[in-house]
Structure formats: structure tokens, C-alpha cells
């Protein structure tokens, strides 16, 4: 059976850093008003020193997240013909200590929203480069480019789109637009044992 690892934040979910900068700065910004990987990149040096403060201090996004639509109910129809692994990143260089807390937050919200994934089958950390599998599924680049992977799916995005067809070509990576077309990519010619 042939291993998946997918991505979690941007995803699986979505809009919960999003929200936590609205929340915090009284604002309205939607995905496509931010072109960082990073939402917090819009604010000045000090601006952004406090809301991470904040963020890692008062906040568990995991609450009131949402589901990228449709990627729950097409990851546990994958899981019927693949080996499926969510691989969630929470190290923050800039807050090392405080991310560690972000562990706990992502691995409660699988556990729940995600009872098919077999527990031992969550990987939390952040080189997602040395994770060995067939297929990966990210919204970020750098966690496709290297290492592993013999089909590489990349979730369209905002903060994504500065690479067109022919760097991502180049890096063997396929963009894709929504789960309906992951779902085609990936059970195309699936047959039930």
C-alpha cells in the first residue's frame, strides 16, 4: 500500500493564523490580501514581537479552525487505498520554547477531527523533507522540494503562487486547486481489494 503524508495547517485547515491576526489587530484581511507564508509578515518588528507573544500565550487556533473544504471526507475516502500519515509542523524558530505547545494543539484536533488516522500515524516536527513516502501533499514548497516522494501535490495558495508551471515542473511538483482534484489525481484507477 502506497504512503501519503499530508500536510495539516493550509491543508487539511485553514484561516485559524488568519483569524488570530484579525482578532488580535481589529482587522478584516482575507488570504489573498497576504502574499507571506507567513500572515504576520505584514506587521512591523515590534507589532510582530507582541502578536506572537500573544499567539503562543493566549491562543489555541485549533478551537475555531476550519476545514479547507472538502479534505476530511476525501482523506478517509484515500484511506481505504493508501497508507495515510498527517505530518504537522510546530516548531517556530522564533518562539522555540513557547511552540511547543502548538504539538499538543495540532495532535488533539487530528485525534478528533480525524478518527481513521491511526494515532501512531501523526508526525509532528519540521523537516517533512526526510519523511519517506509516495506521495506528499503540502501548500508550501520547501516541504516538497526535497527528499521523498514520487508524486508531489502542492495546494494552491496565495503565499505559493510566485511559482509558476515550469519551477514547480522543475521540482517535479504538481499544483493543484482543491481536494476534488486531489481525490481525481489520486483514485483514478483505484480499485477496492
Known amino acids: 500500500m502506497k504512503k501519503i503524508m499530508i500536510d495539516l495547517d493550509e491543508t487539511i485547515v485553514m484561516?485559524?493564523?488568519?483569524?488570530?491576526?484579525?482578532?488580535?489587530?481589529?482587522?478584516?484581511?482575507?488570504?489573498?490580501?497576504?502574499?507571506?507564508?507567513?500572515?504576520?509578515?505584514?506587521?512591523?518588528?515590534?507589532?510582530?514581537?507582541?502578536?506572537?507573544?500573544?499567539?503562543?500565550?493566549e491562543?489555541?487556533?485549533y478551537d475555531t479552525i476550519k476545514e479547507v473544504p472538502n479534505a476530511i471526507k476525501t482523506i478517509k475516502k484515500l484511506s481505504e487505498y493508501?497508507?495515510?500519515?498527517?505530518?504537522?509542523?510546530?516548531v517556530d524558530e522564533r518562539r522555540v520554547e513557547k511552540s511547543k505547545v502548538m504539538a499538543m494543539y495540532k495532535y488533539e484536533w487530528i485525534v478528533k477531527n480525524l478518527p481513521f488516522i491511526n494515532p501512531k500515524k501523526i508526525i509532528l516536527g519540521s523537516a517533512?523533507?526526510?519523511?519517506?513516502?509516495?506521495?506528499?501533499?503540502?501548500?508550501?514548497?520547501?516541504?516538497?522540494?526535497n527528499g521523498y516522494g514520487e508524486v508531489k501535490l502542492l495546494l494552491d495558495h496565495r503565499h505559493n503562487q510566485k511559482f509558476d508551471f515550469e519551477d514547480l515542473e522543475s521540482l517535479n511538483i504538481r499544483r493543484v486547486y482543491n481536494w476534488e482534484q486531489?481525490?481525481?489525481?489520486?483514485?483514478?484507477?483505484?480499485?477496492k481489494e
Request: negative net charge; glycine residues 2%; charged residues 35%.
Open 15 to 57: 484561516d485559524g493564523y488568519l483569524k488570530a491576526l484579525n482578532d488580535y489587530k481589529h482587522t478584516n484581511y482575507k488570504a489573498e490580501d497576504i502574499d507571506s507564508y507567513f500572515v504576520e509578515d505584514i506587521l512591523s518588528s515590534e507589532e510582530k514581537e507582541k502578536f506572537l507573544d500573544y499567539f503562543y500565550d
Open 59 to 61: 491562543l489555541n487556533i
Open 82 to 90: 493508501y497508507d495515510i500519515y498527517i505530518c504537522a509542523a510546530f
Open 128 to 145: 517533512k523533507d526526510i519523511i519517506m513516502c509516495d506521495i506528499k501533499i503540502d501548500d508550501k514548497v520547501s516541504n516538497l522540494k
Open 182 to 191: 486531489i481525490e481525481s489525481i489520486l483514485l483514478e484507477g483505484c480499485e
